[in-house]
């Protein structure tokens, strides 16, 4: 009933910049929180940044100074903002919506969704 959808994502060099974005669809009442995870080749699913309805955000050590999160809650749609990208930062960035509050016929449902992954590429 709820699907998300990234873009944004591809090849950059170091030093360089990226926005994702990820649009939530549905019949969606509302979505607690947003975020941006990655993992890299090898690696567990980690953190990179979160928002709440209400705006407040939280970021991994990572990603603190050089990424920004923000969210448009008309359009359900959160956004990542990386800036001064580094080979490290190369991986498969997943959105997660935590919290949906959808209908599905007249009754309210609540659950949470992750995005397909979109790969980002930090290389010269």
């Known amino acids: 009933q709820v699907q998300l959808v990234e873009s944004g994502g591809g090849l950059v060099q170091p030093g360089g910049s990226l926005r994702l974005s990820c649009a939530a669809s549905?019949?969606?009442?509302?979505?607690?929180?947003m975020g941006w995870y990655r993992q890299a080749p090898g690696k567990q699913r980690e953190l990179v940044a979160t928002?709440?309805?209400?705006?407040?955000?939280n970021y991994a050590d990572s990603a603190k100074g050089r990424f920004t999160i923000s969210r448009d809650n008309a359009k359900n749609t959160v956004y990542l903002q990386m800036n001064s990208l580094k080979a490290e930062d190369t991986a498969v960035y997943y959105c997660?919506?935590?919290?949906?509050?959808?209908?599905?016929?007249?009754?309210?449902?609540?659950?949470?969704?992750w995005g397909q992954g979109t790969q980002v590429t930090v290389s010269s």
């Open positions: 997660n919506a935590d919290r949906v509050t959808y209908y599905s016929g007249s009754r309210l449902y609540t659950d949470d969704y």
């Open positions: 549905g019949r969606i009442f509302s979505i607690q929180t």
């Open positions: 928002i709440t309805r209400g705006g407040s955000t």
